[in-house]
């Protein structure tokens, strides 16, 4: 009996172990796919071709939500593509709604780009107060990230001038 047992164990944990590197092989493949829909969305984006860009950058959150779950930081670039690519389709407020998710997702590596961006579509709806904010925190990151350019540095302080500069608040613009 005790053989009969111990036989019904060894195949159980064969069983166990098939299905186990199975679906860890199944995760590997999947998050490999997940880079590649997001690298493809990007370059998408990047020619012009918007709505296939929001396709995949779309089908990439469906499945990095599969893989990772839905309050994961890894939706993050997912989220951002989907905002770019209504943003670039003119759909500000569909764009503001996934950089917002991508901001919750993010967390504390929130990124200088997520947040120039969104700025950027504050500033497209004339509120200032909210574009300085998102600028502000921009500025705080590139301080302490090392692979910021002198041209990123550039581009968030012309921001800032830009809209201090529209607010008619003509000191802060200059500094």
Do not use: W
């Not at 990047?46 to 893989?67: D, I």
């Not at 998710?101 to 107060?129: H, M, P, Q, W």
Request: proline share 1%; charged share 20%; hydrophobic share 35%.
């Amino acid at each position: 009996m005790t053989k009969r047992i111990a036989f019904i164990l060894l195949i159980f944990n064969l069983l166990a172990t098939n299905i186990c590197l199975s679906q860890n092989q199944n995760f590997h493949s999947d998050s490999i796919r997940a880079i590649e829909l997001n690298r493809k969305g990007n370059d998408y984006g990047r020619q012009g071709f918007f709505s296939q860009s929001l396709k995949l950058h779309l089908e990439n959150l469906s499945l990095r939500t599969k893989l990772y779950g839905i309050d994961s930081e890894k939706l993050g670039p997912a989220l951002m593509g989907i905002g770019n690519a209504y943003k670039n389709l003119g759909q500000t407020d569909f764009a503001l709604k996934y950089y917002k998710l991508a901001e919750t997702n993010y967390g504390e590596k929130i990124t200088r780009s997520l947040l120039v961006n969104i700025g950027g579509l504050y500033r497209n709806k004339l509120d200032f107060k909210s574009a300085l904010n998102y600028y502000n925190q921009a500025v705080e990151i590139v301080k302490y990230d090392k692979s910021s350019t002198i041209q990123n540095i550039a581009g968030i302080n012309y921001n800032i001038a830009e809209i201090h500069y529209q607010m008619k608040n003509d000191n802060d613009a200059l500094i």
